[in-house]
């Protein structure tokens, strides 16, 4: 029994460990070059900022570097763990964290804030009430007899998607080929680059969808077998669906409002985790936290690295993350999946 | 009595058409109910509505004595459990998995199986004994393997009434076997109630020669047409009204001087 207890703590270091690596070695990579040292000497926890020679590294690791460390774990973590949990939920290993409309309602939000109204802050008012109101929208389409069954609320999601897509061509076409257009373009392909500490308000509605998800994570196992399975189980499904759903949702739009819309990472990082761990959601929904939030802030390293201008992460995801997706696919002969 | 499942005067219509008609019948423990009848006559509605998945529109059901309507799913869960007929399952959980999903009813509103849940979860699995393959993703099991994981989940769920929806449809004759020895052994050893649909009236009186307290009822569009003891229920007569069908029912003698009973099928009327 205490070498069950030892694995468990083991593998719970592991997950904790990956994303905080990963953040920590971020700190010493990017276009301006900080020496090894000299990065170590500026993050030492005896050095404060103002005793440090060059204000311009400090502000460089923590004013640019660090907050988009930690806003891409939150970023990535939300991601992946929306995309399990819709998975489980609607059945359907095919679903991503976008299924209900939420990455097209948001588009289309921001970009009738940066066409509209000039952008600002009501990027991020206008992306998240859209984001959350096509989720609503969905359910609404999807609802029959008063209870939204779920293949048609997935149709009611696809439909609403493509709805809120026809809206955001129309604002591309009227928009400003040279302010507009590309600052709309970048936002639907996603990044980190402007983020600061001033959005880390975002992270509150993030961490409590997040944090439903992962205390009710046992429960997506018994949704997953059907309605009806899960009533005679002893489940009350249609509560449960409810919290689940408006977790995601709630960190989903939280985390697109910020870093615009991010795909790939909601659909494949599950299904890596999948393959590693296997599909309880016990364990599949803490190792989707950790792998997202450490691919994304990988990821995100990248994208700010590699070139003089920044590439976006949308771009980046789907280069990296394919080839290394179809490596476990084949390594793991599916992952049981036949 | 001694009610642990009891049915009065039950109907359920859809908005178009009534699917279940004055259905009235009782349940003590220990006791086998086989519930036969042809396609769509009602069975699995009426086991719907056995379960509140659906809401009866008249008559009332009580579990254990008390209305149903009383219960919230997490009580009916524990007093109920339930076996399927077709499953599916999305994602390739392993057969434990699947077992540990029985204990739902047991486990806190948020939160995981605990030590307690697997005992359990395993003490039922030796019961039907499926312990070896207990880390086997449930997707490559065969159908016989299955339907012995899907009965050891209702017994991870500690309900006294099991309610089985064609539970041997879509097997061979071995892995029915199996299947009805492990229901009989569960019945002798832990007085454990059976609410089983089916088609075969071979089941009926298997249950019957192995010494258990079996009652059949036909349904009927609906009703009930017929119900009581396997040879008083199961009739050429009343084969060939609800079926329509031509049969014979005969008498085996076994070599151990026992008999059983057999249905053969002659034609359709």
Not at chain 2, 144 to 151: C, D, M, R
Request: aromatic share 10%.
């Amino acid at each position: 029994m205490s070498r069950t207890i030892a694995k468990k703590w083991l593998v719970r270091s592991i997950i904790l460990l990956l994303p905080i690596s990963a953040m920590f070695l971020t700190l010493f990579v990017g276009r301006y070059h900080i020496g090894f040292f000299d990065v170590l000497s500026i993050i030492a926890p005896w050095n404060s900022g103002d005793q440090y020679s060059s204000d311009q590294l400090w502000t460089i690791i923590f004013q640019l570097r660090l907050p988009r460390a930690i806003a891409g774990a939150m970023i990535g973590a939300s991601l992946a763990v929306s995309g399990a949990a819709y998975q489980g939920v609607f059945r359907n290993p095919l679903v991503n964290s976008g299924i209900l409309g939420v990455s097209s309602g948001a588009s289309f939000g921001a970009s009738l804030a940066i066409v509209v109204f000039g952008g600002g802050y009501l990027n991020y008012l206008l992306s998240f009430v859209f984001g959350v109101a096509a989720v609503l929208l969905a359910y609404l389409a999807g609802r029959i007899y008063g209870s939204a069954p779920t293949i048609t609320l997935v149709l009611g999601g696809v439909v609403v998607s493509s709805f809120f897509s026809a809206f955001t061509s129309m604002l591309k076409y009227v928009a400003d080929p040279y302010s507009e257009l590309p600052a709309l373009t970048f936002w639907t392909m996603g990044s980190l680059s402007s983020i600061g500490y001033k959005h880390f308000w975002a992270f509150i509605p993030i961490i409590a969808g997040v944090g439903i998800i992962y205390l009710s994570r046992w429960k997506i196992n018994i949704l997953s077998m059907g309605d009806k399975e899960a009533a005679t189980l002893g489940l009350d499904a249609k509560w449960y669906k409810v919290l689940i759903i408006g977790g995601a949702t709630l960190s989903t739009s939280s985390a697109v409002c910020i870093s615009g819309t991010i795909g790939w990472i909601g659909l494949i990082v599950p299904h890596i985790c999948r393959m590693i761990v296997g599909n309880d959601n016990t364990k599949l929904i803490p190792w989707s936290m950790s792998l997202g939030a450490t691919f994304l802030i990988l990821i995100d390293t990248l994208s700010r690295s590699i070139s003089t201008s920044e590439i976006p992460i949308g771009i980046l995801t789907a280069i990296l993350g394919t080839p290394f997706f179809v490596y476990l696919l084949k390594k793991t002969k599916g992952g049981g999946w036949k | 009595m001694n009610g642990i499942l009891s049915v009065c005067d039950l109907s359920f219509s859809y908005p178009e058409k009534d699917v279940v008609k004055n259905v009235t019948f009782d349940m003590g423990q220990g006791d086998v109910v086989c519930l036969m009848g042809p396609n769509g006559c009602g069975k699995t509605t009426l086991l719907d509505n056995i379960m509140s998945i659906h809401q009866a529109s008249k008559g009332e059901i009580f579990l254990m004595e008390k209305p149903l309507s009383k219960y919230n799913r997490r009580d009916v869960a524990k007093h109920m459990a339930y076996v399927p007929q077709i499953h599916q399952v999305v994602f390739p959980y392993t057969v434990e998995q699947i077992v540990m999903m029985g204990r739902t009813a047991h486990v806190g509103q948020l939160g995981e199986p605990g030590i307690k849940d697997m005992e359990n979860c395993r003490k039922a699995m030796e019961m039907v004994g499926i312990s070896d393959f207990a880390k086997k993703p449930y997707n490559q099991l065969s159908g016989g393997e299955i339907k012995l994981v899907l009965l050891a989940r209702a017994l991870s769920q500690q309900a006294r009434l099991l309610v089985m929806d064609e539970p041997t449809a879509n097997l061979d004759f071995k892995n029915e076997l199996v299947f009805l020895e492990t229901i009989v052994k569960l019945n002798m050893m832990d007085k454990l109630s059976i609410l089983i649909a089916t088609h075969s009236p071979v089941h009926a009186f298997y249950f019957q020669e192995k010494g258990l307290n079996v009652e059949v009822i036909m349904m009927s569009e609906g009703a009930v047409y017929s119900k009581g003891s396997p040879e008083h229920v199961i009739t050429e007569e009343n084969i060939s009204n609800v079926y329509g069908v031509r049969s014979r029912i005969f008498k085996e003698m076994c070599t151990d001087g026992s008999s059983i009973r057999s249905m053969a099928l002659l034609g359709t009327l």
